[in-house]
C-alpha cells in the first residue's frame, strides 16, 4: 500500500493563496508522475495537476490554468501544489496519487487523508 500524505489545506478568502504538499515515496517509484486531486463536497473526485519525474513536463485541469503551480522535490519525497487567486469553486479536498497523464486517472486504489481547502467568498 502507497502512503500518501497531504498537508497545508486552511481555511483562505477569495483571491488567497494556499501551498499544499504531500509526502510520497517518490524514489521507491522513480520515474512516475505524481499528481494532485480535489473531490468537493457531492461531486467526484478530479485531476487538479500533474508533473513527470524531472519536472520538465506539467499538466492542468483547465478550471486551474493559470492559477495553480505543481512542482516536485525527488531528493525530499515531496510534491507541492501553489494555489493563487483562489475561488469558492476550488473548495474541496485535496489529494495526491501517482498519476496516468493520458488518462488523468490515478495509478494507486489507496488514497491519503487529504487536506481540506476552503475558500470563502
Known amino acids: 500500500q502507497v502512503q500518501l500524505v497531504e498537508s497545508g489545506g486552511g481555511l483562505v478568502q477569495a483571491g488567497g493563496s494556499l501551498r499544499l504538499s504531500c509526502a510520497a515515496p517518490?524514489?521507491?517509484?522513480?520515474?512516475?508522475?505524481m499528481g494532485w486531486f480535489r473531490q468537493a463536497p457531492g461531486k467526484e473526485r478530479v485531476f487538479v495537476a500533474g508533473?513527470?519525474?524531472?519536472?520538465?513536463?506539467?499538466l492542468y485541469g483547465d478550471s486551474v490554468k493559470g492559477r495553480f503551480t505543481i512542482s516536485r522535490d525527488n531528493a525530499k519525497n515531496t510534491v507541492n501544489l501553489q494555489m493563487n487567486s483562489l475561488r469558492p469553486e476550488d473548495t474541496a479536498v485535496y489529494y495526491c496519487?501517482?498519476?496516468?497523464?493520458?488518462?488523468?486517472?490515478?495509478?494507486?486504489?489507496?488514497w491519503g487523508q487529504g487536506t481540506q481547502v476552503t475558500v470563502s467568498s
Open positions: 508533473i513527470t519525474w524531472s519536472g520538465g513536463s506539467t
Open positions: 496519487n501517482f498519476v496516468n497523464f493520458v488518462t488523468r486517472e490515478a495509478l494507486f486504489g489507496s
Open positions: 517518490l524514489r521507491t517509484f522513480s520515474g512516475l508522475i
